[in-house]
Protein backbone atom coordinates (compact mmCIF):
# COMPACT_ATOMS: atom_id res chain seq x y z
CA UNK A 1 0.00 0.00 0.00
CA UNK A 2 1.53 3.22 -1.34
CA UNK A 3 1.66 6.09 1.75
CA UNK A 4 0.19 9.31 1.14
CA UNK A 5 3.44 11.34 2.04
CA UNK A 6 1.93 14.69 1.21
CA UNK A 7 -0.86 14.27 4.05
CA UNK A 8 1.83 12.54 6.44
CA UNK A 9 4.56 15.07 6.44
CA UNK A 10 1.43 17.54 7.28
CA UNK A 11 -0.11 15.84 9.69
CA UNK A 12 3.26 15.05 11.49
CA UNK A 13 4.29 19.01 11.10
CA UNK A 14 0.67 20.19 13.11
CA UNK A 15 0.98 17.31 15.72
CA UNK A 16 4.83 18.73 16.85
CA UNK A 17 3.86 22.48 16.13
CA UNK A 18 6.37 22.84 13.42
CA UNK A 19 6.75 25.29 10.66
CA UNK A 20 7.42 23.87 7.02
CA UNK A 21 10.94 25.75 7.79
CA UNK A 22 11.88 23.94 11.01
CA UNK A 23 10.72 20.17 9.85
CA UNK A 24 12.57 21.05 7.06
CA UNK A 25 15.81 21.95 9.66
CA UNK A 26 14.82 18.25 11.24
CA UNK A 27 14.72 16.43 8.15
CA UNK A 28 17.48 18.16 6.68
CA UNK A 29 16.00 19.39 3.40
CA UNK A 30 15.20 22.70 2.27
CA UNK A 31 11.36 24.89 3.15
CA UNK A 32 10.44 24.55 -0.40
CA UNK A 33 10.94 21.05 -0.44
CA UNK A 34 8.74 20.61 2.56
CA UNK A 35 6.10 22.57 0.78
CA UNK A 36 6.21 20.62 -2.46
CA UNK A 37 5.67 17.27 -0.51
CA UNK A 38 2.21 19.27 1.32
CA UNK A 39 1.41 19.80 -1.91
CA UNK A 40 2.12 16.55 -3.38
CA UNK A 41 4.34 17.71 -6.08
CA UNK A 42 6.80 15.68 -4.57
CA UNK A 43 7.81 12.96 -2.15
CA UNK A 44 10.35 12.28 0.22
CA UNK A 45 13.38 9.86 -0.85
CA UNK A 46 13.81 6.61 0.65
CA UNK A 47 16.15 7.57 3.35
CA UNK A 48 13.60 10.68 3.81
CA UNK A 49 10.60 8.22 4.15
CA UNK A 50 12.49 6.07 6.97
CA UNK A 51 13.50 9.36 8.79
CA UNK A 52 10.08 10.71 8.68
CA UNK A 53 8.56 7.30 10.19
CA UNK A 54 11.13 7.13 13.15
CA UNK A 55 9.94 11.09 13.50
CA UNK A 56 6.28 9.95 13.22
CA UNK A 57 5.62 7.86 16.08
CA UNK A 58 1.79 8.83 17.47
CA UNK A 59 0.90 7.25 20.76
CA UNK A 60 -1.20 4.03 20.80
CA UNK A 61 -3.61 4.11 23.42
CA UNK A 62 -5.78 7.02 25.60
CA UNK A 63 -2.88 6.96 28.31
CA UNK A 64 -0.43 7.96 25.61
CA UNK A 65 -2.37 9.85 23.55
CA UNK A 66 -3.52 12.10 26.09
CA UNK A 67 -0.07 12.47 27.74
CA UNK A 68 1.70 13.43 24.17
CA UNK A 69 -0.83 16.03 24.07
CA UNK A 70 -0.43 17.49 27.53
CA UNK A 71 3.04 17.76 26.86
CA UNK A 72 2.29 19.62 23.26
CA UNK A 73 0.63 21.96 25.05
CA UNK A 74 2.35 22.17 28.58
CA UNK A 75 3.19 26.12 29.06
CA UNK A 76 6.34 24.82 30.73
CA UNK A 77 9.25 23.44 28.78
CA UNK A 78 8.30 19.69 28.93
CA UNK A 79 9.40 16.43 26.61
CA UNK A 80 8.33 12.77 26.87
CA UNK A 81 10.67 10.29 25.56
CA UNK A 82 11.25 6.55 25.37
CA UNK A 83 13.80 5.11 27.79
CA UNK A 84 16.72 3.87 28.29
CA UNK A 85 18.65 6.05 25.38
CA UNK A 86 15.53 8.77 25.57
CA UNK A 87 14.32 8.58 22.55
CA UNK A 88 12.78 11.96 22.33
CA UNK A 89 8.75 11.55 21.29
CA UNK A 90 6.87 15.01 22.03
CA UNK A 91 7.53 18.40 23.18
CA UNK A 92 5.94 21.38 24.37
CA UNK A 93 5.97 24.91 22.01
CA UNK A 94 8.34 26.62 25.55
CA UNK A 95 10.69 23.79 25.04
CA UNK A 96 11.04 24.05 21.47
CA UNK A 97 11.34 27.68 22.08
CA UNK A 98 14.05 27.49 24.69
CA UNK A 99 16.05 25.03 22.74
CA UNK A 100 14.88 25.21 18.84
CA UNK A 101 18.00 22.68 17.27
CA UNK A 102 16.08 19.84 19.73
CA UNK A 103 13.43 19.21 17.09
CA UNK A 104 16.10 17.72 14.98
CA UNK A 105 16.47 14.70 17.83
CA UNK A 106 12.52 14.37 17.52
CA UNK A 107 12.34 10.35 17.03
CA UNK A 108 16.32 10.27 18.10
CA UNK A 109 18.14 9.46 20.71
CA UNK A 110 19.36 12.19 23.06
CA UNK A 111 22.13 9.98 25.31
CA UNK A 112 24.67 10.79 22.55
CA UNK A 113 24.24 14.52 23.35
CA UNK A 114 23.63 13.73 26.59
CA UNK A 115 26.06 16.40 29.43
CA UNK A 116 25.76 17.85 32.86
CA UNK A 117 23.50 15.84 35.08
CA UNK A 118 21.64 14.38 32.81
CA UNK A 119 25.31 12.27 31.45
CA UNK A 120 25.86 11.80 35.57
CA UNK A 121 22.52 9.87 35.62
CA UNK A 122 22.92 7.88 32.64
CA UNK A 123 25.97 6.98 34.24
CA UNK A 124 24.56 6.41 37.47
CA UNK A 125 23.87 2.61 37.56
CA UNK A 126 22.50 1.30 40.60
CA UNK A 127 19.89 4.66 39.47
CA UNK A 128 19.80 2.83 36.30
CA UNK A 129 19.23 0.04 37.55
CA UNK A 130 16.44 0.76 40.09
CA UNK A 131 13.82 2.91 38.02
CA UNK A 132 14.19 -0.03 34.93
CA UNK A 133 13.08 -2.31 38.40
CA UNK A 134 10.35 0.51 38.91
CA UNK A 135 11.82 1.41 42.19
CA UNK A 136 12.40 4.99 41.39
CA UNK A 137 9.08 7.08 40.99
CA UNK A 138 10.82 10.14 39.29
CA UNK A 139 13.97 12.55 39.72
CA UNK A 140 13.71 16.25 40.64
CA UNK A 141 16.90 17.65 39.14
CA UNK A 142 18.52 21.15 39.10
CA UNK A 143 20.59 21.26 35.77
CA UNK A 144 21.73 24.01 33.44
CA UNK A 145 22.80 22.94 30.06
CA UNK A 146 21.57 18.82 29.78
CA UNK A 147 22.36 18.20 25.94
CA UNK A 148 25.24 19.74 23.63
CA UNK A 149 23.20 21.46 21.24
CA UNK A 150 24.00 24.97 19.91
CA UNK A 151 21.94 26.96 22.35
CA UNK A 152 24.13 24.81 25.39
CA UNK A 153 25.85 28.26 26.39
CA UNK A 154 22.93 29.90 27.11
CA UNK A 155 20.75 28.00 28.81
CA UNK A 156 20.12 29.29 32.33
CA UNK A 157 19.52 27.13 35.39
CA UNK A 158 15.78 24.82 35.37
CA UNK A 159 14.29 22.76 38.00
CA UNK A 160 12.79 19.44 36.66
CA UNK A 161 10.30 16.70 37.95
CA UNK A 162 10.90 13.61 35.57
CA UNK A 163 8.16 10.97 36.38
CA UNK A 164 8.73 7.31 34.80
CA UNK A 165 6.11 5.02 34.37
CA UNK A 166 5.79 1.75 32.15
CA UNK A 167 3.32 1.68 29.11
CA UNK A 168 3.12 -1.48 27.53
CA UNK A 169 6.27 -2.99 28.28
CA UNK A 170 8.11 0.38 27.52
CA UNK A 171 9.58 2.92 29.98
CA UNK A 172 8.66 6.65 29.49
CA UNK A 173 10.15 9.46 30.87
CA UNK A 174 8.00 12.73 31.78
CA UNK A 175 9.94 15.99 32.23
CA UNK A 176 8.66 19.06 32.81
CA UNK A 177 10.93 22.46 33.41
CA UNK A 178 10.91 25.38 35.72
CA UNK A 179 13.46 28.44 35.93
CA UNK A 180 15.80 28.23 38.97
CA UNK A 181 17.70 30.78 40.19
CA UNK A 182 21.35 31.39 38.30
CA UNK A 183 23.06 30.47 41.75
CA UNK A 184 21.01 27.18 42.06
CA UNK A 185 23.27 23.85 43.02
CA UNK A 186 22.94 21.69 40.18
CA UNK A 187 22.14 17.83 41.45
CA UNK A 188 19.82 15.14 41.31
CA UNK A 189 17.45 13.53 43.98
CA UNK A 190 15.54 9.94 43.32
CA UNK A 191 11.99 9.63 44.56
CA UNK A 192 11.71 6.20 45.24
CA UNK A 193 8.35 4.39 44.70
CA UNK A 194 8.31 4.17 48.68
CA UNK A 195 8.36 7.80 49.43
CA UNK A 196 4.70 8.08 47.20
CA UNK A 197 2.11 8.86 50.07
CA UNK A 198 -1.15 6.31 49.14
CA UNK A 199 -4.40 7.10 50.57
Not at 60 to 75: D, E, F, I, N, Y
Request: net charge positive; proline share 7%; glycine share 6%.
Amino acid sequence: MSENWRDLVKLYRLRHGLTQERLAGVVGVSQRTISRWERGEDKPSLDQQKRLRDLGWAPTGPLLKSLAAAVRHCPAPRALCRTPNLQLQALSAPAIEKRPSVTQWIGRDLAPIACGVLQEMLDDTPLQRAIANREIAGIVTTTRSVLQTVEHPQIGAYRTTISYFFHEGTLYSDAVSVPAADDAVCGYRPIAMDDIVTE
